[in-house]
């Protein structure tokens, strides 16, 4: 049977790839999974997947889980009812994306689906997975291959498609050190999201042939490129039609992509789509919180200062402290009369600060000289419990 819409279509095992360690994250990852992290106040990174798969209709969906498995299981269990977590069988590792499917045969082979969707759990989007498949389905693709332009000076950390008139693949760059662009866009690459739907059987037959045989283990260095020119590969460009744009896609796999996802959240740009929550924060009359991310259970003390920040689930901001462009780690207590993000040489003695001059303070500070100049301002914050979506005050 062949689908020529978005309903109707032929079933679908969906898996999430949640088992990165996240290294150029860290030291958020030190106790977490990246998928794990807390994002724009209200919600986890692995949310925007998941959320993308129930509106998409999925009912057959597994996150594969290593890195910090019980914390992320835990989180999905509570928030995303129904779903399995699946980490490595015991005394095995997922030795890379493509092995994590590989080893998970046994879920596919039980549901028999016509398709199997891969998804990664640490992008923030808002996708309706019907439309890629239909499209797979519509080109009688063997591999779909969701992808979006990205300029090409920033290329070099993703996968780089070619394709011809028609969207079909003719060449793969894993994480190229010179990407080639696009046809008639020399400043504009087409990249891979990490989005595939492979036909069943093309899939089970590619993972036995590189998993198995351990030639390689992950999709995009192994998989991709053995289907190229004996497989029906193409491409699906995520774009807004009516705008002819790329719609909003972003990788967090840096510090830096990290804090400006969020900051894009504050300006409206970034998607806030799953499913609400309710916050809970204290900000304390006499303090000043303007651009910045409050997640639930934070507490701001009197007289402190927090610009462009991201205040992660359960920190306190001690009074008088003066908080700018930082990341304050999961339930860090800041003492009282604490600075940073105003002298980065300082601070990178003391913290992890990104190529742009983020700040991530990770654990409660060790009590230093107090600040003898404190700012005096308005009274502008106050205490509220905010409804999917992040506090912002000004």
Request: glycine fraction near 8%; charged fraction near 20%; charge should be positive.
């Amino acid at each position: 049977m062949r689908a020529t819409t978005t309903t109707g279509l032929p079933t679908t095992q969906a898996f999430v790839l949640a088992g990165g360690q996240g290294q150029r994250l860290f030291p958020l990852t030190a106790t977490r999974a990246k998928p794990a992290l807390s994002f724009g106040g209200t919600s986890r990174i692995i949310d925007f997947t998941l959320s993308n798969c129930l509106r998409s209709k999925l009912d057959r969906v597994a996150v594969l889980t290593q890195y910090q498995h019980d914390d992320l299981a835990s989180y999905v269990h509570q928030r995303w009812s129904g779903l399995s977590c699946r980490p490595p069988a015991n005394g095995k590792r997922y030795r890379g994306t493509a092995d994590a499917v590989f080893q998970n045969l046994p879920v596919i082979h039980e549901a028999t689906p016509d398709h199997v969707l891969i998804l990664s759990g640490d992008h923030i989007y808002e996708m309706d997975y019907r439309h890629l498949i239909a499209r797979h389905i519509d080109t009688d693709a063997d591999l779909t291959i969701s992808a979006i332009e990205h300029p090409v000076k920033d290329a070099t950390r993703f996968g780089v498609i070619e394709v011809d008139e028609s969207f079909r693949v003719t060449g793969f760059q894993e994480k190229p050190s010179v990407p080639r662009s696009m046809p008639f866009r020399p400043d504009r690459a087409l990249i891979s999201m990490g989005i595939y739907v492979f036909k069943t059987d093309v899939l089970i037959r590619a993972l036995l042939a590189n998993c198995d045989s351990e030639f390689g283990y992950d999709f995009g260095h192994n998989v991709i490129p053995s289907l190229i020119h004996t497989h029906s590969v193409h491409a699906h460009d995520f774009r807004d039609e009516a705008h002819d744009t790329p719609r909003y896609w972003r990788d967090i796999g840096t510090i830096d992509s990290y804090y400006a996802a969020n900051m894009d959240v504050l300006r409206g740009q970034a998607p806030l789509n799953p499913p609400p929550v309710q916050l809970h924060a204290s900000v304390c009359g006499s303090s000043h919180v303007s651009h910045s991310v409050i997640s639930s259970a934070v507490r701001v003390e009197q007289d402190a200062l927090v610009a462009n920040s991201i205040l992660m689930p359960g920190v306190r901001i001690g009074r008088g402290a003066q908080i700018r462009n930082a990341i304050i780690g999961q339930g860090v207590q800041i003492p009282a009369d604490f600075r940073t993000g105003w002298d980065i040489q300082q601070d990178r003695k003391h913290y992890t600060v990104s190529p742009n001059g983020v700040v991530v303070v990770d654990e409660t500070p060790k009590v230093r000289q107090p600040v003898v100049v404190r700012f005096q301002l308005g009274r502008l914050g106050r205490t509220r419990g905010a409804r999917n979506r992040s506090m912002n005050i000004a």
